[in-house]
């Protein structure tokens, strides 16, 4: 489910092509996507690399600041609280403990969606190309003649 949080949010940043967008976007299209039943990989470290994988992919395509990459990353966020807040009452995952027991939404839907929702994201240039700023990341590529 890591990597359909960060296609979601990247898919909505793509789309409002806007920074601020992207990132109130992606920790509500989150809780949404957690409230739909589904599998987890049988290692859960594999949520966290396919996530990475995105982010990088984002990152490496649209650069670091676009606003595609950076909803990715707060869709992303939330699961952090997984790794760091113990018993306590969590704030995106307020239901308890998420399900295990292999009901709902296999692990290649989630891909396979994923998938489906990054591939637009990534065959478009980032918005360095659409607001004509090129962000410290693309100087490089965007200085180059046409
Ligand atoms: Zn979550």
Same mark, same amino acid.
């Given at each position: 489910?890591? +990597?359909?949080?960060?296609?979601?949010?990247?898919?909505?940043?793509?789309?409002?092509?806007?920074?601020?967008?992207?990132?109130?976007?992606?920790?509500? $299209?989150?809780?949404?996507?957690?409230?739909?039943?589904?599998?987890?990989?049988?290692?859960?470290?594999?949520?966290?690399?396919?996530?990475?994988?995105?982010?990088?992919?984002?990152?490496?395509?649209?650069?670091?600041?676009?606003?595609?990459?950076?909803?990715?990353?707060?869709?992303?966020?939330? %699961?952090?609280?997984?790794?760091?807040? !113990?018993?306590?009452?969590?704030?995106?995952?307020?239901?308890?403990?998420?399900?295990? %027991?292999?009901?709902?939404?296999?692990?290649?839907?989630?891909? $396979?969606?994923? +998938?489906?929702? $990054?591939?637009?994201?990534?065959?478009?240039?980032?918005?360095?190309?659409? %607001? !004509?700023?090129?962000?410290?990341?693309?100087?490089?590529?965007? %200085?180059?003649? +046409?």
């Amino acid at each position: 489910m890591v +990597a359909f949080h960060a296609a979601s949010g990247a898919a909505a940043g793509s789309l409002s092509r806007s920074r601020l967008a992207g990132l109130v976007a992606g920790p509500l $299209l989150h809780v949404a996507a957690d409230r739909v039943p589904h599998r987890h990989p049988r290692h859960e470290a594999w949520e966290y690399v396919t996530g990475m994988l995105v982010i990088g992919l984002l990152v490496r395509r649209r650069g670091l600041f676009d606003a595609a990459t950076l909803g990715a990353a707060s869709a992303v966020l939330p %699961d952090l609280e997984h790794l760091a807040a !113990g018993r306590r009452r969590k704030l995106f995952h307020p239901f308890g403990p998420e399900r295990r %027991d292999g009901a709902g939404l296999s692990v290649e839907a989630q891909l $396979l969606l994923s +998938a489906t929702l $990054l591939f637009p994201v990534l065959r478009r240039p980032g918005s360095e190309a659409i %607001d !004509g700023q090129p962000t410290p990341f693309h100087r490089g590529r965007a %200085d180059k003649p +046409a």
